[in-house]
């Protein structure tokens, strides 16, 4: 048991990789393309200093809580959605506030490793639309003046591409009118894929869209932002400084964190650092964000 935790300390440390687990017919892929580094009390402010002291697992050397930064690939037969697309291949750095550095790029090769190309993905789901997310739909092919995924629809909650004035005023037009070529808005309840169905939920943007996943008895919870850290399995109370309302995003997450805890349920939290793909162990003995490898 001690080996184990062990392993599980150090994932809590690192960036994930390529994994992959399948749902029956399905597979579904977590699919990187970088990583952010996080202050934790700036990231999640109900906290304290001795809560981190407490909980020295989740941090770096640096004391950084560490984020994956990447894409999920769902392949059903000879077809491939993806939901979210990375940053890209920027890098950012802040001397203050919750995000302390964010990298990325990967995403193409993540691809290649995993046996697909771009073309190959005939549409991209976003779960919202913050750079982190739509990085690599709003650039082209390296080398190329074409867009990575031009040949894609662009799958946008309602509520979500209603409100892209937000982002507007944050200075990314320019992204907007990227993404308005291919987009196709979706409601609450919505079929987008052969079993992966979007739901919209309240708290970190506007219309942040959750995907569910269903095949061989079980189902996969792709939640998107609705958490950063697996910290928020164990308090989900403490809700991240991005989200646009903090209130509405904590109730959310106590309603997700017993879904999780259901059997064959699993999540996917694309900045879980290499813990991405997990399940909720409710019963007191240690973290209940536990992760699922098969």
């Given at each position: 048991m001690g080996d184990l935790t062990v392993d599980h300390d150090e994932r809590l440390r690192r960036p994930a990789g390529v994994r992959s687990i399948r749902l029956g017919d399905t597979k579904v892929s977590y699919v990187?393309?970088?990583?952010?580094?996080?202050?934790?009390?700036?990231?999640?402010q109900?906290?304290?200093?001795?809560?981190?002291?407490?909980?020295?697992?989740?941090?770096?050397?640096?004391?950084?809580?560490?984020?994956s930064i990447g894409?999920?690939?769902?392949e059903h037969g000879d077809r491939a959605l993806l939901i979210d697309s990375g940053i890209g291949p920027q890098t950012f750095e802040a001397p203050d506030g919750p995000l302390a550095v964010i990298r990325g790029g990967a995403l193409p090769q993540g691809l290649a490793k995993l046996g697909r190309r771009p073309e190959d993905i005939e549409a991209v789901a976003f779960t919202h639309l913050h750079p982190d997310h739509i990085g690599w739909a709003c650039l082209p092919s390296p080398g190329t003046d074409r867009l990575v995924f031009a040949h894609a629809e662009h799958l946008i909650s309602e509520p979500e591409w209603e409100r892209r004035d937000v982002l507007e005023?944050?200075?990314?037009?320019?992204?907007?009118?990227?993404?308005?070529?291919r987009v196709r808005t979706v409601k609450d309840g919505e079929e987008v894929f052969p079993g992966v169905r979007v739901r919209i939920v309240p708290g970190h943007t506007h219309g942040h869209a959750e995907y569910v996943i269903t095949g061989g008895g079980r189902r996969l919870i792709a939640f998107g932002d609705a958490a950063h850290s697996p910290?928020?399995?164990?308090?989900?109370?403490w809700s991240a400084a991005f989200d646009h309302d903090r209130a509405r995003t904590a109730d959310h997450r106590r309603r997700l964190v017993a879904e999780l805890a259901e059997p064959g349920t699993i999540g996917f939290g694309v900045h879980f650092a290499d813990v991405v793909f997990g399940h909720?162990?409710?019963?007191?003995?240690?973290?209940?964000?536990?992760a699922v490898d098969a």
């Open positions: 990187p393309d970088g990583e952010a580094r996080f202050r934790p009390r700036a990231l999640l109900d906290t304290t200093d001795e809560v981190w002291a407490a909980h020295p697992q989740y941090a770096d050397a640096t004391g950084h809580l560490v984020g894409a999920l690939l769902v005023a944050q200075g990314m037009t320019e992204q907007v009118a990227t993404l308005a070529r910290a928020q399995i164990d308090h989900p109370e909720v162990r409710q019963d007191g003995d240690g973290p209940a964000w536990r």
